[in-house]
């Protein structure tokens, strides 16, 4: 299933998109000493959604997307530790509101441009972002981190535990909510619209769409999901550092999409599952050479599978579908 | 009456290099007008000003009667303005169907909806639909449109072109690049366009041109050379010469 959208697409949820989710609850319960490597790896599923959405879905390639994440962690660390706003939602939704404007504005200014100038001022957006998380240290606590973010429990009920059965959870709904609302724009007028932008803008224009004005809308609502993904990531930490904005977090989330697939929704849920289980046991086994390996294996996807893991899922079933 | 479409002292120049020199056009509701002239006469040139992919150097754009010089592409269209590509562009991966619901949901104000998925706007579908069945296209609806043969893919163009219902509709070589033995189906398709649309076309192929147009107009290096009816056009000396080749006439 590609997930492609548009006027011809089936939009009921099949069987087999229940799946991951089964599988997160099962993960719940058989494997309870990796509830913190496996909010993580929702918090960046999320992030993926967000990342698919303009990358796979629109086509607007960029490798600032750390920029909205980044400034989501850090609206929520500020107000947990320095602000003493430590309800859990007004956090998510402070960093949502600050993801969005920030997405915005950037988005106003760089969608003009295309291609290789639209990639480097998405990268230099999120530089400025370092450099000013950086040099704020009274703010931000600098190169050493915002340390102590308080967070409430959740519903007044759930504290954040040492085990992190509350963070997995509340990423999983969080997550969940995220990937109900995203599915249900890829399947609207507008999801397919996007696809439009995609194939050919030139033909978009023709057809009386305000594409500059569309691109602004929709980079807004994916900078908005990677906010709260970002805010998600300093809650279940209690800290944020600088290593979630610049170049690299956006750079190893693009590896992970492209890993799981771009464009087809569940790309999002298979590549950071791959990325941060390897990168959690082969870093274990092999510190100094795991990155060879995804290095290695990202080259084999790019050259042989353009679809990712997914995409070669699709056409593994399609081809035991036509031999019966 | 009021003209359709109008163009008055057009000018377009690329530095020292000039394109559209004065252009004084004008096209009536339902007109069949062909704009005809040798390869960089300025054309398509002439034709993205009017849509507002590239912008003037001096002149105006009436639409309508109303003053459309500054106003971008997305707004002409929604006052009546379509058009089809020389170079066939289309949603290349996506169905047939998509293609034009595309265009149709921008002109009935549905592509910025985010709830309700898009197949369940069936005013979009079966419009779209319908839309391709009166060009012969309904078997393809759920096609890859990339995948039809070329022929197939011009008539696609024409299709979402008509999706948006246009008052004025702007058409870049629609036969151009089809094997001889489909574009008669494209010139029956052209032969049934609405009659209250006011048609402009550019087309090399003379037989297409003398066929469809009631008027014609020669663009030689970017200024009007003659404005007339086929047989005044075909009739006149300087057309011969300038676009027909002075070899005829030595």
Redesign the interface.
């Known amino acids: 299933m590609t997930h492609s ?7 009921r949820i099949r069987w087999q998109e229940w799946l991951p989710w089964v599988a997160a609850l099962a993960c719940f319960f058989l494997l309870p000493e990796y509830l913190s490597l496996g909010a993580r790896i929702l918090i960046y599923i999320l992030f993926a959604l967000s990342l698919d959405l303009i990358l796979g879905y629109t086509g607007i390639i960029t490798l600032g997307h750390s920029a909205f994440f980044g400034l989501g962690a850090y609206v929520a660390g500020i107000l947990g530790a320095k602000a003493g706003i430590t309800d859990p939602f007004l956090q998510l939704a402070a960093a949502a509101l600050a993801a969005a404007a920030l997405g915005a504005v950037t988005g106003a200014v760089i969608l003009r441009t295309r291609g290789l100038t639209l990639l480097m001022l998405t990268l230099a957006i999120t530089s400025i972002l370092l450099e000013i998380a950086n040099k704020a240290s009274w703010l931000t606590g600098g190169a050493d981190g915002l340390s102590g973010v308080r967070v409430d429990p959740i519903l007044g009920q759930f504290r954040f535990d040492l085990f992190g059965k509350t963070a997995f959870l509340y990423c999983l709904a969080t997550l969940f909510v995220g990937w109900w609302l995203l599915r ?2 890829i ?7 996007l ?2 932008l995609r ?2 803008t ?10 500059y004005r ?1 691109l602004v809308l929709v980079y807004t609502l994916s900078a908005t999901m990677a906010g709260v993904a970002g805010a998600l990531l300093t809650q279940t930490n209690q800290f944020v550092g600088l290593n979630v904005l610049g170049f690299e977090p956006s750079g190893e989330l693009l590896v992970m999409l492209i890993l799981g697939g771009v464009g087809r929704l569940y790309g999002a849920f298979v590549g950071p599952v791959a990325y941060l289980v390897a990168q959690d046991f082969l870093a274990k086994q092999f510190p100094e050479y795991w990155y060879f390996g995804i290095g290695a294996l990202l080259v084999v996807v790019i050259m042989f599978a353009r679809g990712g893991i997914v995409g070669i899922a699709d056409s593994v079933l399609a081809r035991l579908r036509r031999t019966p | 009456m009021r003209a359709a479409l109008e163009t008055r002292g057009l000018c377009k120049s690329f530095g020292a290099l000039t394109v559209a020199q004065n252009i004084d056009f004008r096209l009536d509701a339902g007109a069949r007008h062909a704009l005809i002239g040798p390869n960089g006469a300025g054309k398509t040139t002439f034709v993205n000003m009017l ?1 507002g ?1 590239l912008a003037p150097s001096a002149g105006r754009i009436l639409l309508g009667g109303e003053d459309v010089t500054r106003a ?3 707004e ?3 006052r009546g303005l ?2 089809t ?1 020389q170079i066939t ?7 047939v ?2 293609n034009v ?3 149709v ?3 009935r104000g ?12 069936r005013e ?2 079966d419009e ?1 639909l319908e839309l391709l069945a009166t060009l012969g296209l309904a078997e393809d ?2 096609a890859r449109v990339g995948g039809l043969p070329y022929g197939k893919q011009r008539l696609v163009e024409i299709a ?1 072109a008509l ?2 219902r246009p008052k004025v509709l702007l058409l870049d070589e629609p036969a151009a690049g089809v094997p001889s033995h489909d574009s008669g189906r494209i010139l029956q398709v052209l032969d049934e366009l609405p009659g209250d649309i006011a048609i402009l076309i550019i087309e090399h192929d003379m037989d297409v041109v003398f066929r469809f147009a009631r008027r014609i107009t020669v663009l030689v290096q970017g200024e009007i050379l003659i404005e007339g009816t086929p047989e005044e056009i075909a009739a006149d000396r300087r057309v011969h010469q300038v676009y027909l080749g002075e070899g005829q006439h030595a």
């Open positions: 959208g548009g006027y011809t697409a089936d939009p249900r724009l399947y609207s007028p507008f999801g397919a619209m696809t439009g194939e050919n030139v033909r978009m224009h023709a057809v009386g769409a305000p594409v569309r | 849509m992919a971008p592409q997305a002409r269209v929604k379509g058009r590509f562009t289309l949603f290349r991966n996506l169905p169907l998509d619901a595309l265009g949901a921008e002109r549905v592509a910025r909806r985010m709830w309700r998925p898009a197949a369940e706007h979009v579908r779209s609806a759920a979402i999706g948006l």
